[in-house]
């Protein structure tokens, strides 16, 4: 059974940073591109990031690039994204998802439950 789980959200004021973890479990993790997405009160899930299996290649939506940084560490099963110069306006629930193979678009095959990311102004 594949899990993905989230962890590290939290309140943060405007400016600062978080960095957010998704350990995975029940799928050899270094097959797997990674990403990551969120979702605000009343709004669409928005593609945050992803990641290559071996992590050579990311690619970020237009908005959080340099702000934002997506890694991962394949002998710890877990994804990263550390989140940098945070917005009140992207207060939401980050979640990981992981699918067999990279690219900026497209369907994904697993995800987590997510965590809150709550950024006071």
């Known amino acids: 059974q594949v899990q993905l789980v989230e962890s590290g959200g939290g309140l943060v004021q405007a400016g600062g940073s978080l960095r957010l973890s998704c350990a995975a479990s029940?799928?050899?993790?270094?097959?797997?591109?990674m990403a990551w997405f969120r979702q605000a009160p009343g709004k669409e899930r928005e593609f945050v990031a992803t990641?290559?299996?071996?992590?050579?290649?990311?690619y970020y939506a237009d908005s959080m690039l340099g702000r934002f940084t997506i890694s991962r560490d394949n002998a710890k099963n877990t994804v990263y994204l550390q989140m940098n110069s945070l917005k009140p306006e992207e207060t939401a629930v980050y979640y990981c998802?992981?699918?067999?193979?990279?690219?900026?678009?497209?369907?994904?095959?697993?995800w987590g439950q997510g965590t809150q990311v709550t950024v006071s102004s």
């Open positions: 998802a992981g699918r067999s193979w990279y690219g900026s678009r497209g369907e994904y095959d697993y």
């Open positions: 029940g799928l050899t993790f270094s097959t797997y591109a």
């Open positions: 990641i290559s299996r071996n992590g050579a290649l990311t």
